[in-house]
């Protein structure tokens, strides 16, 4: 009869514990950022409290496209960088920013700017001068998808259908003078 008593005794206080412990192991109080910025796809905070915030769009081969909450004082170069540059540096040649006129529901530019940030990556540049501006609420930045296509990036894509055919007609010609 004891050993049953001290086997329930073990059993129970392993299972209180085990289960009294889960409701204080979590602080369900504690919330870290928006709820609902978390629940939200490409939908970036960088804002500081201590400053006036406002949303940018962001737009094209970025690896994370999407809209960016961002503190005043943000520049074009700070967001790229928040962004994550683009996988081929030569779409940093065609960089837009459409600094927005009026925000409502029909978008209105005032003024587009290009910028080529490919500079930055030129092995040979040791000094350069580049525009960085400020963002403002509705910026849009945009890059292009994808990196134009070249003469010689056309014809090597022609070979890619060409050379198989080649090697077909080259066995067939060769197979009809043996016979």
Do not use: C, H
Not at 135 to 159: A, Q
Not at 160 to 168: D, K, L
Request: charge should be positive.
């Amino acid at each position: 009869m004891p050993i049953k008593i001290l086997r329930f005794s073990i059993v129970f206080v392993i299972v209180f514990f085990t289960f009294s412990n889960a409701s204080f192991s979590q602080d369900t109080t504690l919330v870290i950022g928006n709820k609902v910025l978390k629940q939200k796809i490409n939908y970036y905070d960088f804002s500081d409290p201590t400053k006036i915030n406002f949303e940018v769009t962001v737009w094209g081969s970025f690896k994370s496209p999407g809209k960016y909450i961002v503190p005043e004082g943000s520049t074009l170069i700070d967001l790229i960088t928040f962004a994550g540059l683009p996988l081929y540096s030569e779409l940093l040649e065609d960089v837009t920013l459409l600094k927005a006129k009026n925000i409502s529901s029909k978008y209105e530019s005032a003024k587009v700017l290009k910028y080529n940030f490919k500079k930055f990556f030129d092995k040979n540049t040791s000094n350069f001068n580049i525009d960085n501006p400020l963002l403002g609420p509705g910026d849009i930045i945009v890059i292009p998808l994808e990196v134009e296509k070249s003469f010689w990036d056309y014809f090597k894509d022609g070979l890619i259908i060409i050379g198989p055919i080649a090697s077909i007609l080259s066995v067939i010609i060769a197979l009809n003078n043996n016979k």
